[in-house]
Nanobody
């Protein structure tokens, strides 16, 4: 079982930065691929970024590729999403997700087994 808890959301202005964190409580010794998704009001949940267990591989949504950076600290069981130059269209609930590391990176909702409750990010214009 993997329990994920996000933090770091808030209300910011366009052009500001925000850093989201996700802490994983892992009951068994489990290596995981971690990802961030987001869901804007009235829209489907979409993939944002993912990082492999060893940090060698990352994958991003095209629209955030030059602005967001995903990172992880395996010793602390945390994954972070540094978001720079935020835009109003980044407004959404951001979710942390995990899947077994052996399965590699995925960018689909069904590819992940474990989800956090989400943290709200609101970007005003």
């Amino acid at each position: 079982q993997v329990r994920l808890v996000e933090s770091g959301g808030g209300l910011v202005q366009a052009g500001d930065s925000l850093r989201l964190s996700c802490t994983a409580s892992i009951r068994t010794l489990t290596r995981t691929t971690m990802a961030w998704f987001r869901q804007a009001p009235g829209k489907e949940r979409e993939f944002v970024a993912a990082i492999s267990w060893g940090r060698a591989n990352t994958h991003y949504l095209d629209s955030v590729k030059e602005r967001f950076t995903i990172s992880r600290d395996n010793a602390k069981n945390t994954v972070s999403l540094q978001m720079n130059n935020l835009k109003p269209e980044d407004t959404a609930v951001y979710y942390c997700a995990a899947r077994p590391a052996l399965l590699g990176i995925a960018d689909t909702i069904t590819g992940y087994d474990y989800w956090g409750q989400g943290t709200q990010v609101t970007v005003s214009s």
